[in-house]
């Protein structure tokens, strides 16, 4: 039987204690002899051993003080020499130093983003004429070979004649329909093709995101590390803005009181900026009506309030960081955590590579990472499980996986 009532000596130093109290033949309750035991009996040990497993309150017993056990240390370091122990704060020191020349490099880094964002500039400026349809790419910028393309030009081929007079045909129907301009609904489909972005979009933030004509990153220089979004809109019925802005502020140096647990530039604070909405157009916002019952007469009437409403466009309202010292609550930590994740997202997938977000290939890019990733876990869970089987015998030549990893 195991004594519940555990002493609160530290972790190290506890030991489940066993009532080896003598029964009515001078022996444990068990079974197993006290002298067995301290003779260091292998037999011995392992009955009691066995006793203990069909206990079910002695398992309890044993599981909680693991569960007490979890996460702390070994004793293991407290335990070195005085010497070893200066050695270790030596290489501390070491570490703080790498730390800081680490944040040196990010700073670097940022350096070159903002140096090749100018060069991306002038590509950007080409998409977005295209999109919008003031220019009209050339014929060799529409050069793009596919294996779709070769198929397509096998069937001309074969059936030459065929083709020729369907393409007359559809030539004097295009002429007769109106040509879209540019590339409608560019970023809208992006949006909705992402699942980060397509949770914020909702039915009534689609009209509006039909104007988005164009997305932008500034990069900051200087010593304050960031960046600026910027939503082109085109003019509509729904605000007077022309841009909508977002901007990030970011920290890359190590916290001084915590150096280690730095790991390269994060976003620490984002700022939105005001919408201009047009009367009556604002979608972050919706009008409810409620019962009101008066406590003394006892009489209810109908009050109409206004209160924030699900949209894209809450995206330029994020919550205040809160100052230094104070605390997060878990909710406000919540928002801030998705709003720069959002943040780095558009700045380094979406806006580089929107076409493909357009067409969907940067998707499926992305969904054969996951799935690669998957296989790779399942493949070491079939390894262990070939291990663990008594009938697996490893072929011929082959080392045991324990082996392999030396």
């Not at 079974?31 to 066995?50: C, F, M, P, Q, R």
């Not at 007359?168 to 007769?176: G, V």
Request: hydrophobic share 30%; proline share 5%.
């Amino acid at each position: 039987m195991a004594e519940q009532g555990a002493s609160n000596d530290k972790m190290e130093s506890e030991e489940v204690v066993v009532n080896m109290e003598p029964g009515p033949q001078g022996e444990p309750e068990g079974g197993v002899s006290i002298e067995a035991l301290k003779s260091g009996d292998e037999k011995a040990h392992l009955e009691l051993k066995a006793q203990i497993m069909q206990d079910p309150e002695m398992l309890a017993a044993l599981q909680d003080r693991l569960d007490n056990l979890v996460g702390q240390r070994s004793g293991y370091i407290e335990s070195l020499p005085k010497v070893v122990k200066r050695r270790i704060k030596a290489l501390k020191n070491y570490q703080v130093s790498h730390t800081k020349l680490e944040a040196k490099f990010y700073e670097e880094v940022h350096q070159l983003e903002c140096k090749y964002a100018k060069l991306y500039e002038g590509l950007y400026d080409k998409r977005r004429d295209v999109v919008i349809g003031t220019v009209e790419p050339t014929d060799s910028d529409c050069e793009w070979e596919s294996s779709e393309d070769e198929e397509e030009e096998e069937k001309v081929d074969a059936l030459a004649n065929e083709l020729k007079e369907k393409a007359k045909l559809e030539a004097e129907k295009e002429k007769e329909e109106e040509s879209p301009n540019g590339i409608p609904e560019f970023w809208l489909t992006i949006f909705k093709n992402v699942d980060m972005l397509a949770e914020m979009v909702q039915e009534h933030d689609e009209p509006i995101l039909q104007h988005l004509e164009d997305i932008s990153v500034k990069f900051h220089e200087g010593a304050q590390m960031g960046f600026t979004l910027d939503f082109h809109f085109t003019t509509n019925e729904y605000f007077t803005n022309s841009v909508l802005t977002k901007n990030y502020v970011m920290r890359s140096e190590p916290d001084e009181g915590d150096p280690f647990s730095f790991e390269g530039p994060e976003i620490i604070k984002s700022e939105g900026c005001n919408i201009d909405w047009k009367k009556g157009k604002n979608v972050t916002v919706k009008t409810v009506k409620k019962k009101q019952k008066h406590k003394g007469r006892g009489t209810t009437r109908m009050v109409t309030k206004t209160v924030q409403n699900d949209s894209f466009f809450n995206f330029f309202s994020p919550p205040k960081v809160p100052e230094e010292g104070v605390e997060v609550d878990e909710e406000t930590e919540t928002l801030l955590n998705a709003d720069f994740e959002i943040g780095h997202f558009i700045r380094e997938r979406v806006v580089p590579r929107a076409v493909l977000y357009f067409t969907g290939e940067a998707i499926e890019d992305d969904e054969y990472e996951e799935e690669g990733e998957e296989e790779d876990n399942e493949g070491e869970e079939g390894d262990e499980e070939d291990e663990n089987d008594p009938d697996f015998e490893p072929a011929k030549g082959e080392k045991p996986q324990e082996c392999k990893q030396q």
